[in-house]
């Protein structure tokens, strides 16, 4: 077991602070994970007295994580693992939590926990972060059984819909809380050398999992490529699920498109790699609400979208970016086209996206 707490002083008061421990699976690239993290450091201080919880790993994100936020990452070995659990129960009574903030399916450790410290167990609020909600194949009666007693904060209306129908939560217990990006992410970075020219260059960011659907942008983009011969697709992220990387690599090579697409991999210097890009596209067949959008916004790039999950309304139902339906490669070869040939476009609908994010 990991336990971290740089330079918290565990023998402050913080009786007069709510303590408050977020739940998250790793601290792996990912949407889910980045929002735990950023609540974790969010917090105010004098409010509250912050910690976050990895319940199988740590990763990359552990380097973003604030000095004054306590880690503890119980390295699961199994989605049963007893010596977890007891772990967890352990620590929660020690440190006196009183609030666990369970992220996606770290729901149901955090229940188990919970339920182990019998009345002395902390309330927990779970944050669904799920990104197949368009086509949602999750057990209802367990993840009723988990929410029992719970609140539920989703991160688009559809999520909180289902909590209220399916699982029965009451209505005042649930929020639909859109996600946020920090503010850091709107300066811009380091200039960098990229692949691809100025004008041409197209950013996705996105991990590699089959809902991200790299590869209808792909089919896309040999289309956009009989228009602008030297378009060049810039892909950040990491290969969550290794089959579906190892099958969009194959697409690559199978439409001769090595020379038009770069995999940068995970990269902490997205925003450094989005200020030297002109478009952002984001193809998923199923969102929640996606950061990549924020991030887009935050580095003022126009956007081509999939209207899935909540980026309809990130994105303004269209007026501050490029709505094209899931799944469609000449919808989407379209807007890229029409973007590329117009620089007044391209800074009116990044504008219009900036201001979105800075404001909402």
Known sequence: ?????????????????????????????????????????????????????????????????????????????????????????????????QVLHAHGSSLFIAQLASLGLGRRGPAIVWHDHYGRCEDDGRSCWLYRTATRGAGVIAVNTRLARWSREKLHVPTDRVWYVPNWIEKPLFAGG???????????????????????????????????????????????????????????????????????????????????????????????????????????GGASLPVVATDVGQCREVLENGQAGILVPPSSPDEMARALVGLLASQDRRAQLGAALHECVRSK
């Open 1 to 97: 077991m990991l336990v971290s707490s740089q330079l918290f002083d565990q023998n402050s008061d913080k009786s007069s602070r709510i303590r408050v421990m977020q739940v998250v699976d790793s601290l792996d690239a990912g949407g889910a994970e980045t929002v735990a993290l950023n609540i974790a450091n969010s917090l105010p201080v004098d409010r509250f007295a912050s910690y976050l919880c990895a319940t199988r790993r740590t990763g990359p994100l552990k380097a973003r994580l604030a000095s004054h936020v306590p880690l503890i990452c119980l390295e699961r070995k199994g989605r049963f693992d007893l010596n977890a659990l007891r772990r967890m129960s352990q620590y929660i009574a020690a440190q006196g939590i």
């Open 190 to 296: 380091a200039p960098l050398t990229l692949p691809g020219q100025p004008g041409k260059r197209i950013a996705l960011v996105a991990n590699f999992r089959a809902q991200k659907d790299h590869v209808t942008l792909l089919r896309a983009l040999v289309q956009v490529r009989e228009s602008v011969p030297d378009v060049h697709l810039l892909v950040v992220g990491a290969p969550s699920e290794p089959g579906y990387a190892e099958h969009v690599h194959q697409q690559i090579r199978s439409l001769k498109l090595e020379k038009n697409v770069e995999i940068l991999g995970y990269r902490q210097d997205v925003n450094a790699i989005l200020s030297e890009c002109d478009i952002g596209v984001l193809s998923s067949v199923s969102e929640g609400l996606p950061l990549a959008l924020l991030e887009y």
